[in-house]
């Protein structure tokens, strides 16, 4: 660090500050940049290109546990084998795939739900079908507190339109919720350490 023998202008000072942060935001070099997780099948397998990624190559990392999740909601089902490719391959077998394949349910379900945008400020409502259904499958393999639909839901203010989008929101919720509850089920039949966001 160099030491100052009189102080700067204000101005040279707030010249060699703004170089500086200039200077730290622009990377030496570029940094390539990796769309998501990509797979292709295999017979029964699902392969895993981890390439490139800069996260664990495990599923116990919940980064790459949501990647595998969004790949099986994303390929047909019957997937028997999950295979992580890297500098090594890791494998996981039947019991851990039935297990998350039970949750890619979860997100194949909401991923093919429709929703209809009829009033300009239903993207602000907090009862907004595409918002609440981004936070469930953001929870997964949590459940989201948006699932438990004993609470009542805000509705806008276009009467019998909102009413029907909400008991809509609900009965999608209740499904998902099903769906969730039986891949919870397979889980806890299942050895597999599987971390929630809150234990980063």
Sequence with gaps: MDILTRPPRAG???????????ERA???????RRAGCSGKRDGSTLLVDCQGCRQTQSLADQHCLKGVLRLM?????????????RDWHISYGRDVVEMLSKVADVVRFCNGLGFD????????CSSNPRLVVSRVVDSLPRAAPELDTRNPRPSG???????QCVHN???NLDHARLLLEEAEASMSRTLV?????DDH
């Design 157 to 163: 203010g276009h009467g019998r339109a909102c009413e």
């Design 26 to 32: 622009r990377p030496t070099r570029p940094q390539p």
């Design 193 to 197: 350490n599987v971390v929630s966001s």
């Design 117 to 124: 945008r009829l009033f300009d400020d239903c993207s602000a």
């Design 12 to 22: 040279t000072m707030r010249n060699n500050v703004l170089t500086m942060l200039k």
């Design 73 to 85: 909601a994303a390929d047909p089902p019957n997937i028997r084998e999950i295979v992580l490719v």
């Design 169 to 171: 929101l609900r009965t």
